[in-house]
């Protein structure tokens, strides 16, 4: 190794390391959720099934929004404006795309997947298995760069999201109704919004280019709102995961009539 500690001018020792705690459980407990996360939305993308539950007007998150022309009835809110393509292909590539380049930017799980996927490093004070540092200035880390870019994406898609939760305010004989799926949806949409907003890019956009603050007296004070979110971003980051296997998993039970909604009224 020509760098880091094991760098000639380093002083070198046999041992990986001289922690004696558990440095490693951070990055083995990431790292599982990241996996976990990564499998599971793949299989229930491939699926093209499950994912809209006609009665209690409940859409998941993995799938919305549901633009092509193959998505089953009512589930399309707004509109089919994409034509059909090969069964093989998700439904809900549009949304695979923009949610896994945001989250993939992102600055937390950058250093996550570094850590925990990569051991790169995995904690302070352990080497590191590559030889040598470039940056991210190659294919595919390059692409890391476009994390703003995404975050507009990703903002329009929890504008959906909120959306499509008060569209679960839906009763079974109409008007409207709550059920469990729609406690559920919303705690999503809540963790959801507040990952999106604590970005590091979104407090960047609203405040980082201001000279004076007191001359844009709304844009500061949302800054100090999103500056209070940003050092929890991390946490949002993780309970959003979460969140949305959960929505997703409870959707598709009640769309396949494996469970039957718990309504609180109508």
């Known amino acids: 190794m020509k ?10 020792i046999s041992e990986r390391t001289y922690r004696t705690d558990r440095w490693w459980a951070y990055p083995l407990s990431t ?11 793949l299989v229930r993308y491939f699926m093209n099934n499950y994912y809209w539950a006609p009665e209690e007007h409940y859409l998941t998150p993995l799938y919305s929004p549901c633009v092509n022309a193959a998505c089953v009835p009512g589930s399309s809110h707004f509109g089919t404006f994409i034509p059909s393509y090969a069964s093989w292909i998700p439904l809900g590539i549009i949304t695979f795309l923009v949610l896994l380049g ?13 850590r925990s996927l990569m051991f790169s490093p995995a904690a302070c004070a352990v080497p590191e298995p590559a030889k040598k540092y470039s940056g991210e200035n ?3 880390y390059v692409v890391t760069n476009g994390h703003r870019y995404f975050f507009y994406a990703a903002l329009i898609f929890a504008c ?3 959306y499509d939760a008060v569209l679960a305010f839906h009763g079974k004989n109409g008007g409207i109704g709550m059920g469990l799926g729609t406690v559920i949806i919303l705690i999503n949409v809540v963790a959801l919004v507040a990952y999106t907003l604590s970005c590091h890019a979104c407090r960047h956009i609203i405040g980082g280019k201001l000279k004076h603050f007191s001359k844009h007296p709304l844009r500061y004070r949302y ?3 999103v500056s209070k979110l940003n050092p929890r971003h991390g946490q949002f980051a993780m309970i959003s995961l979460f969140t949305v296997i ?5 959707i598709m039970a009640v769309s396949a009539d494996w ?3 718990l309504r609180i009224f109508n």
Request: aromatic share 24%; net charge positive; hydrophobic share 45%.
């Open 31 to 41: 790292g599982g959720i990241l996996l976990f996360f990564t499998a599971y939305a």
């Open 259 to 261: 469970i039957t909604d």
């Open 246 to 250: 959960i929505t997703d998993a409870y």
């Open 138 to 140: 190659k294919f595919p």
């Open 102 to 114: 945001f989250r993939a930017t992102c600055y937390y799980y950058r250093k996550a997947a570094y």
């Open 160 to 162: 959906i999201n909120i």
């Open 3 to 12: 760098a880091g500690v094991g760098a000639p001018d380093r002083a070198q």
């Open 223 to 225: 800054w100090q709102f």
